[in-house]
């Protein structure tokens, strides 16, 4: 009897644990397997050629090296690749964060004719692709002169309507007494939006920006058509210049490369992890 | 401009104060409005808008990009469905789709199960972990899986020998290079879809899991009969997202294998980067991304069904 009750608790005690012990080391084995390819990157980028290329093939480093590092930056203009990206992924992200929440806050707290109309216009716009306007959209930059040149590049994605699409529902949901009240005292349209409103979504402002970007910032497509130049070019698109369909790939300068382009957005999401998610989750959900 | 504003201020009639005409929609607040809409209504009009109505008009013409064009009728969209070589792009991505999705919501919807393990040890590292491919580019990732997968010298198909499987030079293989491309697309995006399922799991009343155990019901049951019902909405959601993103596969087939070997990873993006940018036939690469433009238009009202639905469902 007691013999009895002592081994079904110990079974009820230990059952918990094996099966915990087992969840985890399931999502060890796979967290291995789904990082490995960035362990990859980090570990060859520190690598002598010698090593990269000797078989059989191991993972840790036999000897340091930084001269990948150093290649990288005479194989390409890097340097300036790197503030490119910075340019065009954070120029996109200022310019749709200014004009897509001035456009929400009219879609959301003003009325005017016709706004239910502008609604339905900007979101069914939503649905194309933006694959399937490249041509029109390069020709158009391209009248202009803008192709190689920031504004070209920017200047097509400065607003956009997803951006609208999302702040306006953060908007809407933002009670109607905080913004009369200053009305009430006299503040401008323009004043209401800027101090009263937009300090109430910064989480959405926050979110908005995260994603706008990382999409660019890893954006591939674009930058090939846009620019020409290889001065002009990104970091995404730079490094497709290492490889190509013949021989002896330069994968120590290539996972340099990669490395680099892959920490700043590490960085920001290692600072901001649950917020990082949450946002692609929220961005996720709505588009 | 400091000093208009400070009349402006100054010179307010004592009526207008709080006293703005609202509803009826009389001029001024349609101009206030306006001034409000204006840059992002600009660029929508000149870069998303314009284009579209461009697009369909060079579609039924045989633009190259300089001198004279013809009006051509429907021969763009002839020559796609009548063209094996082009045609076959269509089919090539809807392989890719037929692959990616799946793939992609299994090993989602597994990581999502694993991670809603509340007595799981370390799950905000692993849902680090997890999500971490995400943030990385296509084309980086393509990157890392060229190495690894490298005929000669790749780790991943060392070890793959090493227990008896020789892939060879998968990006070579016509039978392996699109799973290959396929592989790396599910490796950068699960981690996005994962975490909407593990929103999705977060809403499931923990009751109903409660009565299922009462019942009898054992993991499996109550995963097919509690799980996947309530997640269905969600999982549809997912699914038809997945396919739009698989239907527009460009950056990892351009760095790994630039559509070859023999077409076989031509996409229709791919396509209509090389007809478009590089052989500047104008109009079959518009034609062809107004297939596409169709494909993702019928996808996303299937989906605009789905979210209404689930929004009904969340206020009802």
Redesign the interface.
């Known amino acids: 009897m007691s013999a009895v009750t002592v081994r079904s608790a110990a079974r009820t005690s230990a059952r918990p644990v094996v099966g915990r012990a087992l969840a985890f080391l399931i999502a060890l084995a796979l967290a291995f397997a789904v990082l490995l390819p960035v362990l990859i990157i980090a570990v060859t980028a520190f690598k002598p050629p010698a090593e990269i290329n000797a078989f059989p093939p191991g993972l840790v480093p036999t000897s340091w090296t930084l001269g990948n590092f150093t290649r990288i930056f005479t194989d390409l203009p890097f340097a300036r690749l790197l503030g490119n990206s910075f340019l065009f992924a954070g120029g996109v992200t200022a310019c749709a964060l200014v004009f897509d929440s001035l456009a929400a806050y009219a879609l959301a707290r003003l009325d005017f004719r016709g706004r239910g109309l502008l609604l339905v216009v900007i979101v069914s716009s939503l649905m194309i692709p933006f694959q399937a306007t490249l041509i029109p959209v390069y020709q158009l930059v391209a009248h202009l002169g803008w192709v190689n040149t920031f504004q070209g590049m920017i200047a097509p994605r400065a607003a956009d309507a997803f951006g609208i699409f999302l702040l306006r529902q953060f908007f809407v949901s933002l009670p109607r007494d905080l913004d009369n009240a200053a009305r009430i005292d006299g503040a401008s349209e323009f004043r209401v939006f800027w101090s009263i409103v937009l300090p109430n979504v910064k989480p959405a402002l926050l979110t908005l920006g995260i994603f706008t970007f990382v999409n660019n910032w890893n954006d591939l497509l674009w930058p090939l058509i846009f620019t020409t130049d290889p001065e002009m070019g990104t970091i995404t698109s730079g490094l497709t210049l290492l490889t190509g369909p013949s021989g002896i790939l330069p994968y120590g300068t290539m996972m340099a490369g990669s490395l680099i382009a892959v920490l700043p957005l590490g960085l920001l999401f290692l600072a901001l992890q649950g917020r990082f998610i949450e946002s692609v989750a929220t961005t996720g959900l709505k588009g | 401009m400091s000093a208009t504003a400070q009349t402006r201020?100054t010179y307010?009639a004592p009526g207008q104060?709080?006293g703005?005409p609202?509803?009826r929609?009389g001029p001024r607040?349609?101009r206030?409005?306006?001034a409000?809409?204006l840059?992002?209504?600009l660029?929508?009009a000149?870069?998303?808008?314009?284009?579209?109505i461009?697009?369909l008009r060079?579609s039924f013409t045989d633009s190259s990009?300089f001198g004279a064009e013809h009006f051509v009728g429907l021969a763009n969209y002839v020559e796609i469905f009548t063209t094996p070589r082009i045609l076959r792009t269509l089919g090539v991505t809807t392989m890719y789709a037929a692959m990616f999705t799946p793939l992609t919501i299994a090993a989602a919807l597994a990581?999502a199960l694993?991670?809603n393990?509340r007595?799981?040890?370390?799950r905000?590292?692993?849902?680090?972990?997890?999500?971490?491919?995400?943030?990385?580019?296509?084309?980086?990732?393509a990157?890392?899986?060229?190495?690894?997968l490298?005929p000669?010298?790749?780790?991943?198909n060392?070890w793959l020998q090493s227990i008896g499987i020789h892939l060879g030079n998968v990006l070579q293989d016509p039978n392996l290079a699109l799973p290959t491309v396929v592989l790396v697309a599910v490796?950068k995006s699960f981690g996005?879809?994962m975490?909407?399922f593990?929103?999705g799991l977060q809403d499931i009343p923990g009751e109903l899991y409660e009565a299922a155990t009462i019942d009898g019901a054992n993991a499996w049951q109550r995963f097919t009969n509690v799980t996947l019902p309530q997640l269905s909405t969600t999982l549809a959601?997912v699914a038809i997202?997945a396919l739009?993103a698989a239907?527009?596969a460009?950056?990892q087939i351009?760095?790994l294998t630039?559509g070859g070997p023999y077409r076989s990873t031509q996409t229709v993006?791919m396509e209509?980067?090389q007809e478009?940018?590089k052989k500047l036939d104008?109009g079959l690469?518009?034609a062809l991304?107004?297939v596409?433009?169709v494909i993702?238009?019928v996808l996303?009202?299937i989906q605009f069904r789905f979210f209404n639905r689930r929004e009904e469902a969340i206020a009802g």
């Open positions: 201020r307010r104060l709080g703005r609202r509803g929609g607040p349609a206030l409005a306006l409000f809409l840059p992002a209504l660029i929508l000149a870069f998303v808008f314009w284009p579209v461009s697009a060079l990009g990581l694993l991670l393990r007595t799981l040890w370390g905000g590292f692993f849902r680090t972990a997890f999500f971490l491919p995400f943030i990385i580019s296509m084309a980086v990732a990157f890392a899986w060229e190495f690894l490298d000669q010298i790749g780790l991943l060392y490796w996005f879809y975490v909407i593990i929103a959601f997202f739009i239907f527009q460009f950056d351009y760095v630039g993006v209509i980067y478009g940018f104008i690469a518009s991304s107004y596409l433009l993702t238009l996303s009202l």
